[in-house]
């Protein structure tokens, strides 16, 4: 699939210049096929598809998705180290209205010399927790197998909130471990079957983040065929995201061939305290970044949501006004509810966000702001 985005982006050039080029050769012509008035017409066309092949050309920055036909994810967490993952009634529950859970499975941690996801590492795969592997790789497997049989993706999450033993054990990292982090996650997502991995850096030092970053980078090379994805901070604006630290991560989370190495991004617009309106700029400032910066296309870009934050509660409406901003801006979805699974599972938060995306609140058309009448396009 990404082969033929890259031939896409690779022919669009050409395909201006050479239709420049033609539109050139007929303002020159001097036959009759063209009245005079009409030459300054296709001259002036034929300027502005130069200057759009040139632009494209020149944006080397641009860098190329893996998967840039990603549709709409409705995605939500669950932590694995709440005994969840061995309760069938939560295996059954927890696909339900999404398509994609990212499982926490905690830190990164140097063991014995050996880079190790919470524990896990070739040599322990399967053992429970307390005997040198943790989560129990077992039942993290059986989770990923019976989600995956009712369509649902999984991605093995790591990191998380700044100032937890998960959150800052991204100081683990260094220019001499990120290959062997990148290949012990790898590991784990081949073990249990997982389909990929999610990155979530939080803390504010830029300089893990660019470790981070490139940790991502390499398990892109190493498992190409893996998911991958980021939570980032709602903060941005028309010069970039607030915090330095998510610019960092990205900076450097790019592959061997010069491709961005996240295919989605989770903007964490929930338990920020801001106002609907500023978290619908937020995410309007951050689908403009992503893609003159990545590449990415709206639904590669997730509206975090959490029902239990006042902001986005199901009971004045405002849930329903979230989540109906993301469908007609054609962002993803992905849910955290901050009470736990407990509360995720009882309230169906999956079935309830996905049933207001398919059934969004209609905005009120927008008028041009370039059309001289008053005329809503």
């Known amino acids: 699939m990404h ?34 008035k009409k030459n300054l017409i296709l001259l002036l066309i034929a300027v502005f598809i130069l200057g759009l092949a040139t632009t494209y050309a020149r944006n080397e920055n641009l860098l190329k998705p893996f998967q ?15 005994g969840n993952l061995y309760t069938a009634a939560y295996i059954s529950a927890l696909p339900q209205g999404v398509n994609t ?11 014995n010399g050996a880079a190790t996801i919470n524990g ?24 990923v197998q019976q989600c995956k049989a009712a369509g649902c993706s999984v991605k093995l999450s790591i990191g998380g909130q700044a100032g937890t033993t998960f959150g800052n054990s ?3 990292l260094n220019a001499d471990n990120v290959d062997s982090f990148a290949q012990a996650l790898v590991d784990l997502c081949r073990t249990t079957g997982a389909d990929g991995a999610d990155f979530d850096y939080e803390m504010d030092n830029t300089t893990p983040a660019s470790f981070a970053g490139a940790m991502a980078g390499k398990f892109k090379d190493l498992a190409p065929d893996l998911a991958t994805s980021c939570c980032v901070f709602g903060g941005c604006d028309a010069s970039g995201p607030w915090h330095a630290c998510n610019t960092s991560f990205l900076a450097t989370a790019v592959t061997s ?21 500023q978290n619908e700029g937020f995410m309007t400032s951050w689908n403009t970044w992503l893609a003159q910066q990545h590449g990415f296309t709206p639904a590669r870009i997730s509206a975090g949501v959490d029902p239990t934050d006042p902001t986005t509660s199901p009971n004045d409406g405002s849930l329903n006004t979230w989540i109906s901003f993301a469908a007609q801006n054609s962002f993803s979805t ?19 966000v996905k049933s207001i995306y398919s059934n969004p609140t209609k905005a009120p058309p927008k008028k041009s702001s370039w059309w001289p009448w ?3 396009l």
């Open 3 to 36: 082969h033929r985005f890259q031939d896409r982006q690779e022919t669009l050039p050409s395909f201006l210049l050479t239709s420049a080029s033609f539109l050139l050769l007929l303002y020159r012509s001097k036959t009759n096929l063209f009245f005079m």
């Open 334 to 352: 992905a849910i955290w509810d901050q009470y736990g699974v407990d509360n995720y599972v009882a309230n169906s938060w999956g079935t309830v």
């Open 257 to 277: 061939q010069n491709w961005c190495a996240i295919d989605r991004v989770y903007v964490m617009t929930y338990w920020d305290y801001c106002p609907l309106s």
């Open 101 to 111: 859970i990212n499982v926490f499975v905690g830190q990164l941690a140097v063991v």
């Open 374 to 376: 008053n005329y809503s």
């Open 120 to 143: 896990y590492s070739l040599d322990t795969p399967g053992k429970p927790a307390g005997t040198g592997a943790f989560p129990d790789v077992a039942a993290l497997t059986n989770f």
């Open 68 to 82: 840039a036909g990603l549709g709409y994810e409705n995605s939500t967490w669950v932590e694995d180290w709440t």
């Open 170 to 172: 991204w100081n683990v």
